[in-house]
């Protein structure tokens, strides 16, 4: 699966530019998208390094809170591990080996 990272054009210097999306600056190319087309100011999807499409601010925001849910969601699922359980419970399966 891929995905793609909104982010905010900060500085423009085409064919490069440096992004920022919660506090992380990026540098990134811009070429695929026309120079005409982008300005400082500008949210754009970044993919592997590259601009790959110009999306509105409302947009931007959309999908930062789509992958906020996500990420709840998976923290939600993810079990907390007891290391010392976990470790007694590895243990015993090798006792309960042996008596086989």
């Known amino acids: 699966m891929c995905i793609a990272v909104p982010m905010k054009i900060i500085k423009l210097d085409y ?23 982008l300005k400082e100011g500008d949210y754009v999807l970044v993919h592997v390094g590259y601009a790959i499409q110009k999306i509105s601010e409302e947009e931007f925001k959309e999908i930062w809170k789509a992958y906020e849910e996500i990420e709840a969601a998976l923290e939600e699922q993810t079990p907390t591990v007891d290391m010392d359980t976990l470790m007694k419970e590895y243990k015993k399966s090798f006792s309960n080996e042996d008596k086989k």
């Not at 530019?17 to 026309?34: D, H, Q, S, T």
């Open 15 to 37: 064919p490069l530019a440096i992004a920022e999306a919660k506090g992380v600056k990026r540098e990134i190319g811009v070429n695929l998208i026309p120079e005409k087309e």
